[in-house]
């Protein structure tokens, strides 16, 4: 039996809720959180919060999200290794994305038509990251397009769902959630390397080697940190922001791990570890922010 015709069979035989969740990739959704958090924080730390758009943008950015999963799943399966639930997967990718356009479609209603062109870029960015004509990922543009989808859209549409106007502190604020959103990816193609520079798959690891991918990630874990002590200092973002160095020692043994890795099984570790600091870092600078607010007011 061939490779193609073994995981055909393996697939059939999974139950569909299993094949589901996994390809939901559940451990990566935590990189919804951190964005929607952070920028309804700056939104409350100018003195607006709603909870009904906050509610309405998470979980439309959420099934985004996976919807851009099921729909990553099924392409790099349909322009390579296909198999019987490559189907059931696109089903799922089109489904989360009426969801998040049903949820857009009251957000619209209520704050206004630009929500349109956030939910535009979002969804073209998410569906072509890995379909054809333009196959962002592959031609090395994931990067690129995960910061600006959910660092910058999500952090500052999460601002703007609450204040709809431009946010210098809300941009400011997108830089580091960026970064380290970024960080996820590129570390994903750095676990990837070999099977991606056997296909051709030109991310940026393969366009400069493996050694680049792993500096590029200290960069980002680094680079979040210094970007908020100089939004601090230029006064955009609340001196209370200064407590996401808490989350430091994190980083830092993060960027020494993978620095010093050279198997794929600490890539896999570096991955779960860099989401997890992901989520973390937004938590904490969102609870800083909020009390920043009380002492604001207080």
């Not at 994305?97 to 957000?107: C, E, H, P, S």
Request: aromatic share 16%; proline share 4%.
């Amino acid at each position: 039996m061939s490779d193609i015709q073994t995981s055909t069979a393996q697939v059939a035989q999974t139950p569909a809720w299993k094949v589901w969740l996994k390809t939901s990739r559940p451990f990566s959704l935590t990189a919804t959180v951190s964005p929607v958090i952070v920028g309804t924080s700056i939104a409350a730390y100018a003195g607006v919060f709603h909870i009904v758009p906050f509610l309405a943008t998470f979980f439309s950015c959420l099934f985004l999200q996976i919807g851009t999963n099921y729909f990553n799943e099924y392409f790099d399966y349909r322009y390579g290794l296909d198999h019987a639930g490559s189907f059931q997967v696109f089903g799922g990718g089109i489904g989360c994305f009426v969801i998040a356009a049903l949820l857009g479609l009251y957000l619209i209603f209520t704050i206004g038509p630009v929500i349109i062109l956030f939910g535009l870029a979002g969804m073209i960015i998410a569906y072509f990251y890995s379909a054809k004509p333009f196959k962002f990922a592959s031609r090395g543009l994931g990067d690129i397009l995960v910061y600006i989808a959910m660092g910058f859209l999500m952090t500052w549409g999460s601002y703007y769902v609450q204040i709809p106007h431009w946010s210098w502190p809300a941009f400011a604020a997108s830089v580091p959630i960026g970064f380290l959103v970024t960080a996820i990816l590129n570390m994903n193609n750095v676990r990837d390397y070999q099977d991606d520079l056997a296909v051709n798959k030109k991310t940026l690891p393969v366009r400069f080697g493996l050694k680049f991918g792993q500096r590029f990630h200290a960069f980002l874990l680094i680079g979040s940190y210094v970007a908020v002590t100089l939004f601090v200092i230029f006064g955009l973002l609340p001196l209370f922001s200064l407590a996401v160095w808490l989350t430091f020692p994190l980083a830092f043994s993060n960027v020494r791990s993978v620095l010093g890795a050279v198997d794929r099984k600490a890539f896999i570790i570096g991955i779960k570890r860099t989401a997890m600091l992901h989520l973390q870092f937004g938590v904490v600078l969102t609870l800083a922010i909020v009390v920043a607010i009380f002492i604001k007011i207080g």
